[in-house]
């Protein structure tokens, strides 16, 4: 079974411009969440989207935003890019919604802004 | 206040031993929790989830849960030197919306 896939593995950008990251969830998952780990910051959670729809958002600026494919792909865009935007930008996925679910992280795509 | 925190480590141990990580949080209404590997450039791969008190057991590996002190542990039996890495607990808690809160990580270093 193949697992959580992102791409691309790495991109640099300019401040002020925008990133696009995409991300495969493991095949029979609905729901995908992006997390950010930014060095010395662990890792915090952005976004979660589940059949399609926006279910919850961490402490981010509007900036961040994101959509969900009917294919349950999904993108992660940020706008006006700002140094500190420089971090590895972790997808995982699960099945559903239970609180038993387990999050499967891809490999990330690592995020230079300079 | 954190609401899970780690010691940073690094802990260090000799091959063979067991190394002990420890985990607290602060959401008494927490359901699942979650023990997460990371080598260093790497994404998190998950090694043990629990979500009833006591001891799990999977291989070398053994997590243990205690809600009433709201302390979840990983136990790791003949550590070996591939075992180095970061640690990371998460924690789904009480109306969190499906999403995990991070522990800082501890990093821990098996010496041949």
């Known amino acids: 079974e193949a697992g959580v896939t992102q791409s691309p593995t790495h991109l640099i950008k300019t401040r002020g411009q925008q990133a696009t990251l995409r991300c495969s969830p493991i095949?029979?998952?609905?729901?995908v969440y992006w997390y950010q780990q930014a060095l010395g910051l662990g890792l915090q959670f952005l976004l979660w989207?589940?059949?399609?729809?926006?279910?919850n958002r961490g402490n981010f600026p509007p900036r961040f935003s994101g959509r969900q494919f009917p294919n349950y792909s999904s993108e992660l865009n940020v706008n006006a890019l700002e140094l500190e935007d420089s971090a590895l930008y972790l997808c995982?996925?699960?099945?559903?919604?239970?609180?038993?679910?387990?999050?499967?992280f891809g490999p990330g795509t690592r995020l230079l802004v300079l | 206040q954190k609401e899970v925190e780690q010691n940073s480590g690094p802990l260090s141990v000799p091959e063979g031993a067991i190394a002990s990580l420890n985990c607290t949080y602060s959401d008494r209404g927490s359901q699942s929790f979650f023990w997460y590997r990371q080598y260093s450039g790497k994404s998190p791969e998950l090694i043990m989830s629990i979500y009833s008190n006591g001891d799990k057991e999977d291989g070398r590996f053994t997590a243990q849960l205690n809600k009433a002190s709201q302390y979840v542990s990983l136990l790791i039996r003949d550590s070996q030197p591939s075992d180095s890495a970061t640690y990371l607990c998460?924690?789904?808690?009480?109306?969190?919306?499906?999403?995990?809160?991070f522990g800082g990580g501890t990093r821990l270093m098996v010496k041949p």
């Open positions: 998460a924690v789904k808690g009480n109306n969190a919306g499906n999403m995990l809160t």
């Open positions: 989207y589940d059949e399609g729809e926006e279910r």
């Open positions: 095949s029979g998952h609905t729901s």
């Open positions: 995982a996925s699960s099945r559903g919604l239970g609180d038993q679910e387990t999050q499967y």
